[in-house]
Each structure stands twice: as C-alpha cells, then as structure tokens.
C-alpha cells in the first residue's frame, strides 16, 4: 500500500528526492514517516510530518539538509534530500502511522502501522 521510490546512486554533495506514493487507501489523515537502515545498521529514524503538513520532526542527523513535504490530494509524501553524505547510504522506508501519534514519538517505529518496501540510496564519495 505504500511504494517508496527515487532512489538511486548520487555522488556526494548531490540531491535525490524520494516520493512514497499510497495506494489502496488514503494517509491523508496520518502521520507519515521515513527511517533508514543502513549496511549493518539498525532501522534508524529520518523525518516525519503530521497530517496536515504543519508539523516535521527530523533527526539530527539530517536537519538542514532534508526537507519532507506531502501532497494529500496524490496521497503522496516526498522527502527532498540534499547535501547528501556517504553516511546516508542505506535503503530509506516510508511509514504510515494511522492513529495520529504524538509528536514525541515520531521517531519511534512502533507508532507506524503501514510500511513501504524501501528504495536503495548510495551515495559516493
């Protein structure tokens, strides 16, 4: 029900925007979110956004750099990466959390019911 895609091999310093596109039902009123995991990592948390696109919550590691965006209407959430680093390397998930979690626990993937397949992100130095 939810199909992450592009992804792909970009060098350092460039920029890929990811979309995960719903299907089946609508995410319009959920939180939607993007983890990562990458070669011999743990799942790790990247962005979120509320359902109405007010809100976003970002790790550290990427603030700056990742923006997350949605558009309700294609049942679409994006997330615009740039200055990309080697260390972003990894297969990034879109999530769907249909209860409308709290803002404080976005970056837990408990709080996400629905997940993507994921889409590969290598970026070389």
């Known amino acids: 029900q939810l199909q992450a895609s592009g992804g792909g091999l970009v060098q350092a310093g460039g920029s890929l925007r990811l979309s995960c596109a719903a299907s089946?039902?609508?995410?319009?009123?959920?939180?939607m979110g993007w983890f990562r995991q990458g070669p011999g990592k743990e799942r790790e948390f990247v962005a979120a956004i509320s359902w109405s696109g007010i809100s976003t919550s970002f790790a550290d590691s990427v603030k700056g750099r990742f923006t997350i965006s949605r558009d309700n209407a294609k049942n679409t959430v994006y997330l615009q990466m740039n200055s990309l680093k080697p260390e972003d390397t990894a297969v990034y998930y879109c999530?769907?959390?249909?209860?409308?979690?709290?803002?404080?626990?976005?970056?837990?993937?408990?709080?996400?019911?629905?997940w993507g397949q994921g889409t590969q992100v290598t970026v070389s130095s």
């Open positions: 999530a769907a959390g249909v209860v409308r979690p709290i803002l404080s626990t976005w970056a837990s993937p408990g709080v996400y019911e629905y």
């Open positions: 089946g039902r609508t995410f319009s009123s959920s939180v």
